[in-house]
């Protein structure tokens, strides 16, 4: 796939490789070579519905500004192989040489410097683009750009072969096992990235899951809002927050249930005191239970008795802010998500 230094000199002019470049994966400028003996190429391809790129040039500085970055918008990662030639790589505080066979996590959000270090001959990079949003999901966690590896690691070996047997000849259907190949895609660059630091002490994860309790609060209150619904407006996989909880000794479903009964005790308590006829089946659905005998159980099982003999001073007790220990006053049960009366 990767073309040779021998067909080097029937690519394109400097304004026709820019311009392809940019449509492709964004701003770049090049410099350290007159426009007049620039040669290079952008070479698109469509690996299993991702895009790929082979791209070569002779230019010596190839670099994407902070102003770059502001203007396209670019929000995505790819994968960088250097098929030929030798590159160094300045990106996120990170500057690294890369040769034949290694391979470096690029993020597109990102500015980033490439230099040849091989004089005025060639190089070549090979590209894979992957969307960020689905990448985070499915991994779990952030990866940073300007990580690398050096030499041919099995995964790396593996993700470079995957790319370059694709047939890109034209770009056709995604078949069903397509699917399973994206996802074996996520799991190669997961192999090649993945921090070997313990994520959950970071923090990252720290102000994850505080953001993750606050959606929790805001939402709990709809009956149909559960571990799915977090984790899509977090931005991360239902694995992943499944994660964060079990290193919390909880349940994302324990603490949305947790918090639709202190809802449900603050409404019993200003029922009682305004002395109102509430109906217990309304505050029940207002406070996220689908059904009153779900919540009625529920209830029992937090505070000791019916919603119906609630007390004053029970009333005044649950009347609290989301706790630190997301198991606190809910770990007598642990349900899945939806209940099934």
Known sequence: MPRSPDSFSAQSNYEAWRDLLRSECGRYYSEGIEPN??????????????????????????????????????DHYFTLFPASGQLAMVHNDQVVRLSVGDVALVDAARPVTY??????????????????????????????GGVYRRGRTTAGRLLFDLIRSSDTAEESALSPADSYMQLAVYDLVGALFASPEPVSGSRHTEKLFARIRSIIKNGCADPNFGPHEVAAEAGISVRYLQKLFTERGSTCSELIYSLRLDHAAQQLYRRESLGTNQPLSEIAYASGFRDYTHFARRFRQRFGHPPGAHSESLGRASDETVRDNPSEGASQARDVWPPTD
């Open 115 to 144: 230099c040849a270090t091989t004089g005025s001959e060639p190089w070549n990079t090979v590209s894979l683009s992957l969307p960020r949003r689905a990448l985070v999901s499915y991994l779990g966690f952030e990866p940073q």
């Open 37 to 74: 003996f620039f040669s290079g190429w952008v070479r698109p391809m469509t690996v299993r519905g991702f895009t790929a790129l082979d791209i070569g040039s002779n230019a010596q500085r190839v670099e994407r500004t902070y102003q770059d970055v502001r203007r396209d918008g670019a």
